[in-house]
């Protein structure tokens, strides 16, 4: 049986632009922390900052799984659409 994996309508367009952006700016806190010139304080502020946005960007993740189904081919040559899981 061939499995496909799909994704509904607009999940695509609801992650892409808001997920870049975030993706982007924690790539760029990332550099500050690795060049090593941030006094302490700002270390920590720095690195706070970059937590809030895995979290964030972890939750989009998980919100758009949730939307994920998977077209697979019954054995009678029928598409059935399941929930995704993990599993396969």
């Known amino acids: 049986m061939?499995?496909?994996?799909?994704?509904?309508?607009g999940v695509a367009g609801e992650l892409t632009e808001e997920f870049d952006v975030g993706l982007k700016k924690l790539e760029e806190i990332v550099e500050r922390l690795d060049?090593?010139?941030?006094?302490?304080?700002?270390?920590?502020?720095?690195?706070?900052?970059?937590?809030?946005?895995v979290k964030a960007l972890t939750k989009k993740l998980d919100e758009a799984e949730k939307k994920i189904e998977v077209l697979k081919e019954t054995e009678d040559g029928k598409i059935a659409v399941e929930d995704f899981n993990e599993d396969g």
Do not use: A, N, P
């Open 2 to 9: 061939e499995r496909k994996t799909v994704t509904k309508e």
């Open 35 to 53: 060049f090593g010139e941030l006094k302490l304080e700002e270390s920590l502020s720095t690195f706070e900052e970059g937590m809030k946005l």
